[in-house]
């Protein structure tokens, strides 16, 4: 399958559906999974998480404020959180987490882009289009 950062990016940006990004994930060994959650904990802290965007992340996520991953994104310092979310090794957590991940990016780079991409930039995740061939994959 394609690259992990564009399929990473392509959920956050609703250019592929979420139900494809789980399978994609399941997919994956318990290391890989590992990988992948820090690697998207490392894209939200880029992309300028805030800890004001838990709520609204749970919500796009679809989990319960009660899920292990929902509470700590909602409390402490949001690097840190972002740190334990990645962590979390059970496979009902790590699929949570993976889930909720992709909404605080969804959410903080909605934010970035308005604020400092809106009149272009040379991100080249900002590029992708639903015409991308790993998109279809």
């Known amino acids: 399958m394609a690259d992990p950062y564009i399929i990473l990016n392509e959920l956050a940006q609703e250019l592929r559906p979420m139900p494809q990004g789980i399978e994609w994930f399941e ?3 318990a290391e890989e999974q590992s990988n992948t959650l820090c690697l998207l904990s490392h894209f939200c802290i880029q992309a300028r998480a805030t800890a004001e965007d838990g709520p609204e992340s749970i919500r796009r996520a679809g989990l319960r404020a009660t899920y292990t ?3 700590l994104i909602t409390r402490g310092r949001i690097d840190q959180q972002l740190g ?7 496979h ?24 400092f991409c ?3 930039c040379g991100h080249a995740w900002h590029r992708l289009s639903v015409d991308t061939p790993e998109a279809s994959a």
């Open 27 to 29: 997919s994956l060994s």
């Open 69 to 71: 991953p929902a509470v």
């Open 84 to 90: 334990k979310i990645a962590s979390l090794t059970p």
């Open 92 to 115: 009902d957590e790590r699929l949570k987490s993976f889930r909720l991940l992709i909404a605080v990016l969804a959410v903080a780079d909605e934010r970035r882009r308005e604020r």
């Open 118 to 120: 809106s009149d272009g």
